[in-house]
């Protein structure tokens, strides 16, 4: 436990101190916008290439945690579908919080991988991320689609996060070489990625929501939190998974809701201040539930 501590703490730390700073207002809007394009265009598509071209891949336990990844992500939408009678009445609610069952952040994946194994954590966790991101950004486009268009091939092919991804494995998978200046520069990048990363996820959260809502936001939570996660380690384990790959598939089904699901419904004219609430809500318990889920990997 004191392992975990060790691990989650500066993660937590660096999330409320960002809530914190955006709260006394010391850095203004356009500060943070600027932060986080920093962080998800240059600082972390660097972190990814660098982390995965300078390693080789283990395709077999890797592949494997990929059709998990896939399982557990099609058990989070399941889950999330699973509401959709109770919103009925408000398809528009149903469409902006769906993806909320399944969406994950990757700043604290990377950190908390980091954490645990290091840089071979952080190329587990990238390798699984970058096959299931684009699972992901579909479902959640076509949940919003009734309600705006996104060029949904063109947002894919223009990920940073994706194509850092790919890009690394094909140069690893190549076996060229990566001169010790071009890493060193990608890994000095990369160093200011997972706390600027933190920082602007602690002020990107948000807790208001109305109370008629408070039921539903409560579901999402709990699937996310607790039932994605548990459908992950079941499947790792039936899989075979272990040391990085099988930690890096359950923390990654046991995240909280990344903030960019409500930028893509304010984008797409969803209901932003619902998925928001559940995005800052979900992140403030995960504090609490992914010590948890180390725990039951021996943590």
Not at 93 to 109: K, L, P, V
Not at 239 to 263: D, K, R, T
Request: proline residues 7%; contains cysteine.
């Amino acid at each position: 436990m004191s392992e975990t501590v060790v691990v989650l703490f500066p993660i937590v730390a660096l999330i409320a101190l960002g809530h914190l700073l955006k709260r006394m207002g010391m850095l203004g809007p356009e500060v943070w916008r600027g932060i986080e394009a920093l962080v998800y265009y240059v600082l972390f598509p660097a972190l990814l290439f660098g982390t995965l071209a300078s390693r080789p891949i283990d395709l077999g336990a890797g592949g494997t945690m990929i059709l998990v990844g896939f399982g557990f992500m099609i058990g989070g939408m399941l889950l999330g579908l699973a509401a959709r009678p109770l919103l009925a009445p408000s398809p528009k609610a149903f469409a902006s919080i769906f993806q909320c069952s399944f969406r994950f952040n990757t700043y604290i994946g990377i950190a908390l991988l980091g954490g645990v194994f290091g840089a071979d954590g952080i190329a587990a966790f990238a390798l699984l991320a970058g096959f299931v991101i684009p699972l992901a950004n579909v479902a959640s486009v076509w949940a919003l689609a009734r309600h705006g268009r996104q060029p949904i091939l063109r947002e894919l092919l223009r990920n940073p996060f994706i194509l850092a991804t790919f890009t690394g494995l094909g140069w690893s998978a190549l076996g060229l070489p990566l001169p010790d200046l071009a890493l060193a520069t990608l890994l000095f990048l990369g160093e200011p990625a997972l706390p600027l990363g933190l920082l602007a996820t602690g002020a990107g959260l948000s807790f208001l929501m109305e109370p008629r809502q408070k039921a539903l936001v409560g579901y999402f939570i709990a699937a996310k939190l607790l039932g994605v996660p548990a459908i992950a380690l079941g499947l790792a384990l039936l899989a075979g998974l272990q040391g990085e790959y099988l930690v890096a598939a359950v923390m990654l089904a046991a995240l909280p809701p990344a903030s960019s699901a409500y930028i893509l419904t304010t984008r797409m004219g969803g209901d932003g201040p619902l998925v928001a609430a559940t995005v800052g809500t979900a992140t403030l318990i995960s504090a609490l539930t992914l010590p948890l889920w180390l725990a039951a990997l021996g943590f």
